[in-house]
T-cell receptor
């Protein structure tokens, strides 16, 4: 299996621009997570999907952030408009069932100037 | 709800020495416990997990961890570290009931010196 695939690996954009991060989970996994990692705040859960339905989005920082999962093999995290404080590494992870460990992608390093 | 505390943000150690990375958790329900490792510019990878049964869990790369319910701890150990073990290590906990969303600690940076 190819694992969780995220794109792009790096994204540099200017403040105010729209940013879209993409994730392809492992086939057969029905849970998908988006995390943000920074030095200051560590690993933060942004949103959790189960069977393509958002279950917990309490970690989404504000309305500028949105996430979708139109089908079992694809998810997006969108930031519009982006701000410098959004600079971080964004991880997507998937798992197969409740007590299964998470499989992480290699992340997208976002820099907003 | 649950929380995880990794007591050391950084642990320096010499090659071939033993190491222990500490993790304590709190939860109102029974838990599943995990340790993950993150190498530079990569995502987190599973080292080992405790779901049930024996409280001593063995993982990859010679690591092991012991679940201590009375002390609510899940410390990670390795008897002899290598330079290649230099990485960030994360402890995580999820409840055995509910949504199973894992909560991660802040991470411990293991630095192995030659």
């Amino acid at each position: 299996d190819a694992g969780v695939i995220q794109s792009p690996r790096h994204e540099v954009t200017e403040m105010g621009q729209e940013v879209t991060l993409r994730c392809k989970p492992i086939s057969g996994h029905n849970s998908l997570f988006w995390y943000r990692q920074t030095m200051m705040r560590g690993l933060e859960l942004l949103i959790y999907f189960n069977n393509n339905v958002p279950i917990d989005d309490s970690g989404m920082p504000e309305d500028r952030f949105s996430a979708k999962m139109p089908n079992a093999s694809f998810s997006t995290l969108k930031i519009q408009p982006s701000e410098p404080r959004d600079s971080a590494v964004y991880f997507c992870a998937s798992s197969s069932r409740g007590n299964s460990p998470l499989h992480f992608g290699n992340g997208t390093r976002l820099t907003v100037t | 709800a649950q929380s995880v505390t990794q007591l050391d943000s950084q642990v320096p150690v010499f090659e071939e020495a033993p190491v222990e990375l500490r993790c304590n958790y709190s939860s109102s329900v029974s838990v599943y416990l995990f340790w993950y490792v993150q190498y530079p510019n990569q995502g987190l990878q599973l080292l080992l997990k405790y779901l049930s049964g024996s409280t001593l869990v063995k993982g990859i790369n010679g690591f092991e961890a012991e679940f201590n319910k009375s002390q609510t701890s899940f410390h990670l150990r390795k008897p002899s570290v290598h330079i290649s073990d230099t990485a960030e290590y994360f402890c995580a906990v999820s409840g055995q009931r509910g949504s199973y969303i894992p909560t991660f600690g802040r991470g411990t940076s293991l630095i192995v010196h030659p």
